[in-house]
């Protein structure tokens, strides 16, 4: 029989109280020993006085709960875990605790009225669309489920959503989070295993979105950029199921019906986590649809921006200087802080410094571009990247890929980093992306771009993508990857050329 803890401190006026109760409740999550039984009434990440020193105090108590066996794991391990990362527990920021407030305003007034909505929360790498999304679906399954009996916690910022007309509203509610990613949607299934009220059934494909039977109130649909048109699938079998469910949704098949208007037809109200900058393959929804996406949702009140930093220590600056850099912006100084960004010459020395941070602090990966033959699939032997004398292969598994036990010895791809946690990332940018010498440009390698979904045209559609248009994916794989590491990055760069610029753009001592 599953173990169950409700880590329930006394409620006090003191916000050092509230954040011990914050961190235990988060902590247990985590661990993944007990099934932590509280509510999700929400706690944002509030600073105090003194703050830091009572936070050191909160791992005393940790360790005393340990020694007492309430506790399996570490710290260090329980935070490295996807159990803790996309926890329905996390204490949200502030512009998170203002989007679910807005978010549940916004979609009670619409059930009361019965119009149907789709919302966007927009944000950059990092700022906890992700999170937003988990935390909303067991915060309505809470508000759908509570009792009358129950004493809620009238310091709760959102004590005042249980309310039996609330309630009343989502009963018989049917609702799912809809993740287009493979490795990401197992991961959240797992965390859903482990929350009550919430199930891996409630994880879905856009596919098994598209096929369900039954409509549903509200679909959350995480990365939603990732959301697919009509092109070539990756298998026979998916094309035949493209043409069958929008065949089935719509009457007849239309080839320019796209995964968001499965979803769409399929739902009453949407909830779209949204980053445009985050498209990294032709086949994504199209830039345009995205655009007018937020424009209508701005229009309608139903935009929801995330700012604040979550992942990333150097902050949200860091980002857009990522960004802008690979774009070939005017970039600006940007004061780093404590974050370890490190360009280096030598792979080998990159992946030496990365196997260290691994053993002090788990987490360290090697990521890389698609830039290089996926050789080793079909023959194990073979290695992939072969660099400064290293041999590499890519990573063995797309399933959560970065806490499977050879990830450490492998290089990940963009399809199984989107949308994690890295503590440091080592990224190799590859020769998809150069300088070109002529015009002082960065562009695009066609060639070397060894990703073939990533750069085919689309028939079906009679689109054909441009260099422009590869060059625009390809930054944002890179983008993606650049901004992985909670507390560094280390770069490396094939070309020549980039390597000099980024050299100098970045500010940063080389390392051989």
């Not at 090697?366 to 830039?371: P, R």
Request: charged share 30%; glycine share 6%.
């Amino acid at each position: 029989m599953q173990s169950s803890v409700a880590a329930h401190i006394i409620q006090d006026v003191e916000t050092p109280c509230l954040d011990l109760e914050s961190h235990l409740i988060r902590w247990f999550a985590g661990d993944g020993r007990y099934t932590v039984l509280n509510g999700n009434e929400g706690i944002t990440d509030a600073a105090y006085f003194d703050r830091d020193t009572y936070r050191e105090s909160f791992r005393d108590v940790f360790e005393r709960l340990r020694e007492e066996g309430l506790f399996a794991r570490s710290i260090p391990e329980i935070e490295n875990d996807d159990l803790f990362k996309l926890s329905p527990f996390k204490a949200l920021t502030r512009d998170q605790a203002i989007a679910v407030e807005d978010i549940l305003d916004g979609l009670f007034a619409d059930l009361g009225t019965g119009a149907r909505t789709t919302s966007v929360v927009q944000g950059n790498p990092g700022t906890g669309k992700t999170i937003v999304a988990i935390f909303l679906m067991k915060l309505l399954a809470d508000i759908r489920d509570y009792d009358d009996a129950e004493l809620r916690p009238e310091d709760s910022m959102l004590a005042e959503y249980f309310v039996p007309e609330n309630r009343e509203l989502l009963r018989e509610f049917r609702m799912a989070l809809v993740v287009p990613q493979q490795s990401l949607r197992k991961s959240i299934q797992r965390v859903f295993k482990k929350t009550p009220k919430l199930h891996p059934s409630m994880v879905l494909s856009p596919f098994q979105a598209g096929s369900a039977e039954k409509p549903f109130d509200l679909l959350l649909v995480d990365e939603a950029h990732r959301l697919g048109q009509r092109s070539n699938q990756s298998s026979g079998p998916l094309n035949k199921q493209f043409t069958d469910i929008t065949t089935r949704l719509f009457g007849h098949d239309d080839k320019w019906k796209t995964q968001l208007d499965w979803l769409l037809a399929q739902s009453d109200h949407r909830i779209l986590m949204l980053d445009t900058d985050q498209s990294v393959r032709p086949s994504d929804l199209s830039a345009a649809t995205t655009a007018r996406l937020i424009a209508e949702a701005r229009d309608n009140d139903r935009l929801y921006p995330l700012t604040s930093q979550m992942r990333v220590k150097a902050g949200a600056d860091y980002v857009a200087y990522v960004r802008a850099l690979l774009r070939g912006e005017p970039t600006g100084s940007i004061d780093l802080g404590e974050y370890d960004l490190r360009f280096f010459d030598d792979l080998g020395a990159m992946r030496r410094e990365l196997l260290t941070r691994e053993s002090e602090h788990g987490l360290a990966r090697l990521v890389a571009g698609y830039a290089w033959d996926w050789r080793s699939k079909k023959d194990k032997s073979a290695y992939d990247i072969e660099l400064d004398g290293l041999r590499l292969r890519w990573n063995t598994t797309a399933t959560d890929w970065v806490h499977s036990p050879t990830s450490v010895d492998e290089v990940g791809s963009i399809h199984t980093v989107q949308g994690y946690d890295l503590n440091y990332a080592g990224v190799i940018i590859g020769p998809d992306l150069r300088l070109d010498p002529a015009t002082g440009r960065i562009v695009a390698d066609r060639e070397s771009y060894r990703d073939q979904r990533g750069k085919e045209n689309n028939p079906t559609l009679g689109l054909v993508y441009t260099d422009e248009d590869l060059l625009r994916y390809i930054v944002n794989v890179y983008a993606v990857l650049l901004t992985r590491g909670i507390r560094g990055t280390y770069v490396y760069v094939v070309d020549a050329g980039l390597r000099e610029r980024l050299r100098g753009l970045l500010a940063i001592s080389g390392v051989s």
